[in-house]
């Protein structure tokens, strides 16, 4: 069984959509997380949440809204799609809100692009 | 503010040769934690080793070895033989203790060579 899932894998889709990506993951933590990788790899933490309640919010647009119905999912919803949301985000979890001691896993990423 | 540099953008070297990545942190935290992760073709991360700032033993898991260097601020990763499956982008990334944040470098593209 895949630890933490992501869906979809791929995702195309036009300028000014609504798009979400969701992450699941069967671990039993309670923390779960969105980092988004740009063209260039680099990778940047924009969420986090613990047992639902959300926890690091970095500078990112408000179009861009988490979502955690449980402390097994973590959704990601996007508003008005823009080119510049073309990236691999990837979601993790971690056993407690402290991953400076505990490990992240992560899910495989999702593939957006914005046309 | 924490940083992590890896300088090495691109690596490339013949199977069986060691290759040695290098990682760069800045922290004025006391306590801290460094990370690698390995991201192959595939896409997906994947965890290699955590190690607290209290703990300079360096670390050693079959080829891949770990020199963890306060007194030069690096966390530098070697494989010894490479093999073709090594083939990946590697990550380094640091956490302070007073944040809930992990700041990823830029990673190393290693590629080896049949």
């Known amino acids: 069984d895949t630890a933490v899932s992501q869906t979809p894998k791929y995702l195309v889709t036009q300028m000014g959509n609504d798009k979400s990506i969701k992450c699941e993951q069967n671990l039993g933590h309670d923390t779960m997380y969105w980092y988004k990788q740009d063209s260039k790899k680099f990778l940047k933490i924009m969420f986090s949440?613990?047992?639902?309640?959300?926890?690091i919010n970095e500078t990112v647009p408000n179009r861009f809204s988490p979502k955690s119905p449980d402390k097994a999912h973590l959704n990601l919803h996007i508003n008005s799609l823009e080119l510049g949301d073309s990236a691999v985000y990837f979601c993790a979890s971690s056993q407690v809100h402290s991953f400076k001691a505990e490990t992240q896993y992560f899910g495989p990423g999702t593939r957006l692009l914005v046309l | 503010a924490q940083k992590v540099t890896q300088a090495q953008t691109e690596i490339s070297v013949v199977e069986k040769e060691d290759v040695t990545l290098d990682c760069v942190y800045e922290?004025?935290?006391?306590?801290?934690?460094l990370f690698w992760y390995k991201q192959p073709p595939s896409g997906e991360l994947v965890f290699l080793i955590r190690r607290n700032s209290f703990d300079e033993q360096n670390e050693i898991s079959g080829r891949y070895s770990w020199n963890f260097q306060k007194s030069t601020s690096s966390f530098n990763f070697t494989i010894t033989a490479s093999q073709v499956v090594d083939s990946a982008v590697y990550f380094c990334?640091?956490?302070?203790?007073?944040?809930?944040?992990?700041?990823f470098g830029a990673g190393t593209r290693l590629t080896v060579k049949p």
């Open positions: 990334a640091l956490s302070e203790s007073n944040n809930n944040d992990m700041r």
């Open positions: 922290t004025r935290d006391t306590t801290y934690y």
């Open positions: 949440y613990n047992n639902k309640e959300l926890i």
